[in-house]
């Protein structure tokens, strides 16, 4: 009877499932956390904030709150885009700040196993390593699991708490 306890307690630890939503920047797939999510939304008018770094869009009203939004390509080290009627962003929290992160897609809900993830090689093409949790491998493509918690800086998350 225990082995057979002991054996359930290692499956379930073993296959964790991992509820992601994925979106695309440029012609890659990354996905987040969907439980750091607040939101999706499309593009609206954004009103620019003088003296912020070149990837912070500037700030909306959502729903009576202000909310900064960040180009997440040009965070990560991508070329900026047009926006168009695939761009989204989404609505996260991090560390009590309400933020938006620009993407060109949103594609969908998915549930992985963690047992088919894996920590990032070191190089990562032009993104910073510090921001990915690690990469899903699916049957077919791979996706880049990103860490929110690391996609800014403490001072940054202060600078965009003030103008917020």
Do not use: W
Not at 42 to 58: A, H, I, L
Not at 75 to 96: L, N, S
């Amino acid at each position: 009877m225990d082995n057979k306890v002991n054996k359930q307690i290692e499956k379930s630890t073993l296959s964790e499932l991992l509820q992601l939503v994925t979106f695309h920047l440029c012609d890659e797939e990354f996905a987040v956390d969907i439980l750091n999510i607040q939101g999706i939304n499309r593009m609206v008018q954004v009103t620019k904030v003088p003296n912020s770094p070149d990837f912070v869009e500037g700030i909306i009203n959502l729903r009576g709150q202000v909310i900064p939004i960040i180009d997440l390509r040009k965070r990560i080290g991508m070329p900026p885009k047009e926006y168009d009627k695939h761009t989204r962003f989404i609505v996260v929290e991090i560390q009590k700040i309400v933020i938006g992160f620009i993407v060109d897609s949103v594609n969908e809900v998915l549930r992985i196993d963690r047992g088919v993830t894996e920590p990032p090689p070191t190089v990562v093409g032009n993104i910073e390593n510090e921001f990915i949790t690690a990469i899903a491998k699916l049957e077919d493509r791979l996706i880049t699991l990103l860490d929110l918690d690391k996609i800014l800086s403490n001072d940054e998350k202060m600078s965009l708490e003030k103008a917020a």
